[in-house]
């Protein structure tokens, strides 16, 4: 079954500190891994993405891994900041799977607190 | 920019009334996508459009129609709205190449009573 699973499913941490989501995936044949970033009351918006032959990606404080062998992805935060506040969603996308191509995690939801 | 637009934020139904949502995109997406999105479900795929006229079943498209009359237009339908569609409606597009990014609108939060 094509699955995404995220934890810790929610996580508050100090300003200026740095964290690590998870994201585990059974999807495929396997295209991508996405994550996204939703702040409250708003649509999500691409941070990263990664393909099967990339190992880490980075976007500002914000830097994404990839193990495609244990099927496993990270992203982590540093020096956070209070506008990280947001829910963290992994996607992955399927290889030529016609309908409903991306899988959706259930997202974790990061507070940062000062 | 990409910009996908929805036509309200917040939006309050009665059971059985029929609810339109509304969806625009200004990038000639070929892909527009409908979700609703609960807390511990994560989203879910309503109907999806990969061009005018066109329309597939998502995972969850009980309850719901959809319309593409129009390329940058994709439009939602409850066709006599109930209790268990209260939940935030995510519109979404894409470019035709399978894995690109999709573009989420804002969201609308529906609640029917």
């Known amino acids: 079954k094509n699955q995404v699973e995220q934890s810790p499913q929610s996580l508050i941490i100090l300003e200026g500190k740095n964290c690590t989501l998870q994201c585990n995936y059974t999807v495929s044949p396997f295209s991508n891994l996405r994550w996204y970033k939703q702040d409250t009351g708003r649509g999500p918006v691409s941070l990263t993405i990664m393909t099967f032959s990339e190992n880490t990606k980075s976007n500002g404080r914000y830097t994404a891994t990839l193990d495609a062998d244990t099927k496993q992805s990270s992203l982590h935060i540093t020096a956070s900041q209070l506008s990280d506040s947001a829910s963290y969603i992994c996607?992955?996308?399927?290889?030529?799977?016609?309908?409903?191509?991306?899988?959706f995690g259930k997202g974790t939801r990061l507070s940062v607190i000062a | 920019d990409v910009k996908v637009t929805q036509s309200s934020r917040y939006l309050v139904k009665r059971t059985g009334e029929k609810v339109f949502l509304e969806c625009v995109q200004d990038?000639?997406?070929?892909?527009m996508f409908w979700y609703r999105q609960d807390p511990g479900l994560g989203l879910r795929l309503i109907y999806f459009?990969?061009?005018?006229?066109?329309?597939e079943k998502g995972d969850i498209p009980e309850g719901y129609s959809v319309s593409r009359e129009k390329k940058e237009r994709f439009s939602l339908i409850l066709e006599s709205a109930s209790t268990n569609q209260t939940s935030m409606y995510l519109c979404a597009s894409s470019p035709p190449s399978q894995g690109c990014e999709q573009y989420f609108g804002p969201g609308t939060r529906l609640t029917v009573t």
């Open positions: 996607v992955v996308s399927r290889w030529n799977s016609g309908n409903t191509p991306l899988v």
């Open positions: 990038m000639d997406h070929e892909n």
């Open positions: 459009s990969y061009d005018v006229k066109m329309k």
